[in-house]
């Protein structure tokens, strides 16, 4: 049957099962909105009010749905304004499909109006890309995006359709399946090298399971707590990973890093056997490349074989999907008795537990209340108390984003929705546009901050058109706190262009959009705001006025080790006073 080439990726979308997809029309990709006009496929458009959000929202829901998820925009400043959500997509392993419009193929390098390389800009951001040239390929480059986005390693993978080849018709044709030559992931560990971590797993005595967020992309969190309770294995998560392992199982140690906990970071450095699963040993998880995990014997479990050995040598490397290299390494830990260590081996493995738990015990997440000020981690308690951790929790970039990893209780996976590897400023809104779309039978609770929330706050428009009822919790620190707190504590408090007295007053803004409006600005208010919120059933912006000093802690200083966390306030007037006693003044 011959139809446009603009029917053929909506027959194609079909094909793949997509039900929703997030854009914006512009004249490039117009025929494609005209075949949607008339389409009698279930398949739903969103219409967002700027192309980046457009890519974040299919962050989101692939993330939560675990489907690819799909955007569709224009050519020109559409497209780039696209590639910041398909660099985010890309080092957060987001597998979404890319749509964008193109001038037609005869003008394509003749500087033609709304032009850009969409190909050659997406390149280095994307798995792959394609520019469709004829009709009759369309289904195919389709079909092909769908497979290398889902696979493997997921990804973004971007589709540029020049609009001649759009309007053009020819016979439609589905390819049933997928034959590339030069991409074939491998899934299946090697055996011998799993054979070699579990011996390593059973001789080690102060062994820690470093997972990433490659768990939670293969669906492999009920075999990581298979494997953490057979062998007495703390957990540590990385960001990405958060409710990969439930935070209130015995042996979670919650997120290493940057800022993680103290416990995670000195169970990490004083390791003996380090086992990496779906993580990419980030630098922000690393800290310091020689003073990570220095004693230990490093197995790394991952799909993409880049990814190992990359920023720090390993010892065991296992190219595989983690889901099938983990049920493999139980099997062979329980073989021979190979489940059995020794009662020395077991005797230290229960005191190294014991060492964690002190750690914890001695250093737990903590602040100090004020009851005049809200502190922010309060603000996260209290969701989290509210939620009983069943929410689904999505975040912009900055303190609050740490401050819920630190204190929101996760429970489940794809119950988390936050960007790690770019950290994009204004992600919050669109990616919980994207998560709310995926599970409509959740609550969606954004926690966002004033600066990120501001930078893509007109979302408010779509998510009041499309009924979503999602909660935005705005921690609102009057300016860009992280920023704050880094000339704080490195630059000594050299304070510079960093406060926002002029941002919006939110209540008004979110009643603006046709949402409800609530301000916090005293402890006391902070959960019955929350409480009110939670039972509207519409969309809701709080306003909570938090204290703008508080500092996001431990915190380790980019370069340094993670054994050296800053646990407190640098006290600066009294290393002033010290300096100036040892010039005798």
């Not at 997928?178 to 799993?194: A, F, M, W």
């Not at 967020?213 to 990405?240: F, H, K, N, Y």
Request: net charge neutral.
């Amino acid at each position: 049957m011959k139809m446009s080439g603009a029917r053929i990726v909506l027959e194609s979308l079909k094909r793949e099962g997509v039900d929703v997809v997030f854009g914006l029309p512009g004249g490039a990709i117009l025929p494609i909105y005209d075949a949607l006009y008339d389409f009698p496929g279930p398949l739903r458009h969103i219409l967002v009010r700027q192309e980046a959000a457009a890519g974040h929202a299919a962050e989101g829901y692939a993330r939560i749905s675990g489907r690819v998820g799909v955007c569709v925009v224009t050519s020109g400043p559409a497209a780039t304004n696209l590639v910041t959500a398909l660099q985010d997509a890309y080092m957060d392993s987001m597998p979404i499909v890319a749509f964008t419009g193109q001038v037609a193929t005869h003008m394509i390098g003749n500087d033609a109006f709304q032009e850009a390389d969409n190909v050659g800009i997406t390149r280095p951001c994307t798995k792959h890309n394609f520019l469709v040239k004829d009709t009759r390929d369309i289904a195919r480059a389709i079909k092909e995006a769908f497979h290398i986005a889902a696979t493997g390693r997921p990804g973004p993978v971007h589709v540029d359709l020049p609009k001649d080849i759009l309007i053009k018709q020819a016979e439609f044709d589905y390819p049933e399946t997928v034959h590339l030559r030069s991409y074939n992931p491998t899934y299946d560990g090697h055996p011998g090298q799993i054979r070699k971590a579990a011996r390593a797993i059973m001789r080690a005595r102060r062994a820690v399971l470093y997972v990433g967020g490659g768990v939670i992309a293969s669906d492999a969190a009920p075999e990581l707590r298979e494997l953490a309770e057979l062998c007495r294995l703390p957990v540590t998560t990385t960001l990405m990973a958060l409710g990969a392992f439930a935070s209130d199982h015995a042996l979670s140690m919650g997120m290493l890093g940057m800022h993680g906990g103290y416990a995670a970071n000195m169970a990490v450095y004083n390791s003996d056997c380090l086992i990496a699963v779906g993580a990419r040993f980030d630098d922000r998880v690393t800290g310091k490349i020689d003073q990570f995990a220095p004693q230990a014997e490093i197995i790394h479990v991952d799909i993409d074989p880049s990814s190992i050995s990359k920023s720090v040598k390993v010892h065991i490397p296992i190219v595989g999907d983690a889901k099938r290299v983990l049920v493999r390494l139980m099997e062979d830990l329980r073989e021979e008795g190979m489940g059995q260590p020794t009662s020395v081996v077991r005797e230290a493995r229960e005191q190294w537990l014991r060492q964690v738990a002190q750690w914890q015990q001695k250093h737990p997440m903590r602040y100090d209340w004020d009851d005049e000020l809200i502190k922010p981690q309060y603000v996260v308690e209290e969701i989290s108390n509210l939620t009983r951790g069943e929410a689904i929790v999505v975040t912009g970039v900055g303190q609050h984003q740490m401050w819920a990893a630190q204190h929101y209780r996760f429970r489940h996976p794809r119950h988390w929705l936050t960007s790690g590897g770019l950290g994009t400023m204004g992600y919050g809104l669109p990616a919980a546009m994207g998560a709310q779309v995926a599970r409509p039978d959740r609550l969606v609770v954004l926690i966002d901050g004033d600066g990120s929330f501001v930078m893509n706050s007109q979302e408010l428009a779509t998510v009041v058109e499309n009924q979503m009822p999602i909660k935005c919790v705005i921690i609102n620190n009057g300016g860009h706190g992280m920023v704050r707190q880094w000339q704080d504590v490195i630059y000594g408090g050299r304070f510079q262009s960093i406060d926002l007295s002029a941002s919006p007053d939110f209540v008004k803004l979110a009643e603006a959009y046709g949402a409800m409006g609530i301000r916090a600005s005293k402890p006391n208010e902070v959960v019955p705001a929350l409480e009110k919120a939670f039972a509207v059933p519409g969309p809701v912006v709080v306003d909570v006025m938090v204290d703008k000093d508080e500092l996001c802690l431990p915190m380790v200083p980019a370069g340094g080790a993670n054994k050296d966390m800053i646990m407190e306030r640098p006290n600066r007037e009294a290393k002033a006073k010290a300096a100036l006693a040892q010039t005798g003044f």
